[in-house]
């Protein structure tokens, strides 16, 4: 579905769309989330229903539509959920340590930075979920889902925690291969 078939969907109130975007942008958001800052799930699980929120509110009181969207709806709703998380740090007063605020200054300093980043982090997403058995599986569980080489060798089959190394190797050099093509390290 494109960006604009999301907002459309949004704007018209359409389940089906709504439900689209929530499974699509759900991992994403989580894996920038986890990735960047220390958050538990439940903490950002919350965040992304807050930012679903303030994406819907947005595009029915007209601040972003079709037409305005100077991004893509991915990288627009990442940095909501940013501006989001932020709004909520404040509220509560969570003490923040400093090298996170630093982070977020370089972020708000360098916004093209970010989008690349946002970009180059959709583009590393979408791959491995394109991988075939047992590379997407594995990488996921390892890198977004934090499991240990024991615990996906009990998910998945595997005899052992160093098999489950030895695979994730191979599957490694098997997505740097991809993304050399289609991203500049």
Not at 4 to 14: H, K, L, M, P, T
Not at 62 to 91: I, P, W
Not at 105 to 110: A, L, P, Q, R, V
Request: aromatic letters at 12%; glycine letters at 2%; hydrophobic letters at 35%.
């Amino acid at each position: 579905m494109t960006d604009q078939e999301y907002i459309q969907g949004f704007r018209n109130n359409d389940e089906r769309v709504v439900t689209s975007f929530y499974e699509n942008f759900r991992q994403l958001f989580f894996a920038f989330f986890r990735s960047r800052f220390s958050k538990d799930d439940a903490y950002i699980f919350d965040l992304f229903q807050d930012a679903c929120v303030v994406l819907w509110q947005n595009i029915h009181q007209g601040k972003l539509s079709e037409t305005n969207l100077s991004s893509s709806l991915s990288t627009y709703f990442l940095s909501v959920g940013r501006f989001t998380m932020m709004a909520k740090d404040r509220k509560f007063k969570e003490i923040v340590n400093d090298s996170e605020i630093a982070r977020m200054k370089i972020i708000d300093d360098d916004a093209d930075s970010l989008r690349e980043r946002i970009e180059r982090d959709e583009i590393v997403l979408r791959t491995v979920s394109e991988m075939k058995p047992p590379c997407d599986s594995i990488l996921k569980a390892h890198y977004w889902d934090k499991l240990s080489g024991t615990e996906i060798a009990v998910k998945y089959g595997f005899s052992n925690a160093d098999s489950v190394k030895t695979q994730k190797s191979k599957c490694i050099k098997k997505l740097r291969a991809v993304l050399e093509k289609n991203i500049d390290f």
